[in-house]
């Protein structure tokens, strides 16, 4: 199976700040990459698919890139609205597979 | 209004079953792949199962295999999971969620690319003497 692997596990910022979260992926999964937003007691929200696009609805200051085994979720100016925490999944293969997460703190 | 409602969840003594629902409104749910997540308490989020839009394509995570069985009715715009000999590590939140797919990259030739753009709110599961 495909493991993934986020960094950090939790972070602390301020509203403004420009954040970044790292997912790793064990083999090369090209750009099947998604991230999904999960606010306490709630379910998880599709945020970004095939790496970088971003779903509907979802603020521009919310972006993703990389390829292959790297990939960033950027959040460009942390917003209150944005404490919950993050999740990237691979679809290139099954079992479609979950990084830890990551929670966002202000 | 768009949602998936699941239902069914308990606690169960190990070795037990359970059969959990999820009741699709608001889409046209047989045009759609759908799925079964789970997440332990505070934990991450695993795949569990999903299954094809007139139910002739399953598949599972190794873990659930021979246990877990995932199944639909579309006359009634539901999907199920039939969970037997259930064991300690069983307990989570079990969710539903829409599968889409189908996105392509024009420029690198990439796709299908899937992904969930719709959960339900979940159905706890406890397994525990």
């Known amino acids: 199976d495909i493991q993934m692997t986020q960094s950090p596990s939790s972070l602390s910022a301020s509203v403004g700040d420009r954040l970044t979260i790292t997912c790793r992926a064990s083999?090369?999964?090209?750009?099947?990459l998604n991230w999904y937003q999960q606010k306490p007691g709630e379910a998880p929200e599709l945020l970004i698919f095939a790496t970088s696009t971003l779903q509907s609805g979802v603020p521009s200051r919310f972006s993703g890139s990389g390829s292959g085994t790297e990939f960033t979720l950027t959040i460009s100016s942390l917003q209150p609205e944005d404490v919950a925490a993050y999740f990237c999944q691979m679809t290139y293969s099954t079992p479609w597979t979950f990084g830890q997460g990551t929670k966002v703190e202000i | 209004e768009v949602e998936l409602v699941e239902s069914g969840g308990g606690l169960v003594q190990p070795g037990g079953s359970l059969r959990l629902s999820c009741a699709a409104s608001g889409f046209a749910f047989s045009e759609y792949w759908m799925s079964w997540v789970r997440q332990a308490p505070g934990k991450g989020l695993e795949w569990v199962a999903n299954?094809?839009?007139?139910?002739?394509?399953?598949d599972y995570v190794d873990s659930v295999k021979g246990r877990f069985t995932i199944s639909r009715d579309n006359s009634k715009n539901s999907i199920y999971l039939q969970i037997n000999s259930l064991r300690a590590e069983d307990t989570a939140l079990y969710y539903c969620?829409?599968?889409?797919?189908?996105?392509?990259?024009?420029?690198?030739?990439?796709?299908?690319?899937?992904?969930?753009?719709?959960w339900g709110r979940g159905t706890l599961v406890t397994v525990s003497s």
């Open positions: 299954i094809k839009q007139d139910g002739s394509q399953k």
């Open positions: 969620a829409r599968d889409v797919y189908g996105a392509y990259d024009p420029v690198s030739g990439e796709g299908p690319y899937w992904y969930f753009d719709l």
């Open positions: 083999q090369n999964i090209y750009s099947y």
